[in-house]
């Protein structure tokens, strides 16, 4: 009886590469886009940030699919799952953070501006006593 020799699709191989090669041409341009970010005004900013956060979220969607493929989960060892692990709680309790700082102080600042009647009459609505639900920040309502 002959063993069977079990080969990998070397087109998925092909597929890793290239996904590497895109994170690093993507990594290159973030670095490149900080560099003069910095001195941009704040549509440059707004652009810079929500391109990262895009790609984050894009990045941490291909990392989800590549913990649901059987291929890769029955091949990472627990040394490699368990890396991922600490490197990813280490990003979400700085993005927990950053949310906490940054809407804390949002917020305080839209209070203030709004006691001292310096919100944006054409940003500013009026709500009807209407309660959002959800995680989708509030629409500004006076």
């Not at 063993?3 to 699709?9: A, T």
């Not at 560099?35 to 990392?63: C, N, P, W």
């Not at 913990?67 to 029955?74: F, G, N, R, S, T």
Request: glycine content about 2%.
């Amino acid at each position: 009886m002959s063993e069977q020799v079990r080969v990998i699709d070397y087109t998925f191989l092909r597929n890793l590469d290239e996904w590497v090669k895109s994170q690093r041409r993507i990594l290159e341009t973030f670095k490149n886009v900080e560099k003069r970010v910095e001195s941009g005004d704040r549509l440059d900013l707004i652009v810079a940030t929500r391109a990262a956060f895009q790609h984050m979220m894009r990045t941490i969607k291909a990392f989800d699919n590549w913990l649901q493929d059987p291929v890769i989960i029955a091949h990472l060892s627990k040394e490699q799952l368990l890396e991922v692990w600490k490197t990813m709680v280490e990003v979400l309790e700085k993005l927990l953070e950053i949310d906490i700082k940054h809407t804390s102080e949002v917020r305080e600042m839209l209070e203030k501006l709004a006691r001292d009647g310096k919100l944006n009459p054409l940003v500013a609505t009026t709500r009807t006593g209407e309660e959002e639900t959800g995680r989708r920040p509030p629409t500004l309502a006076i």
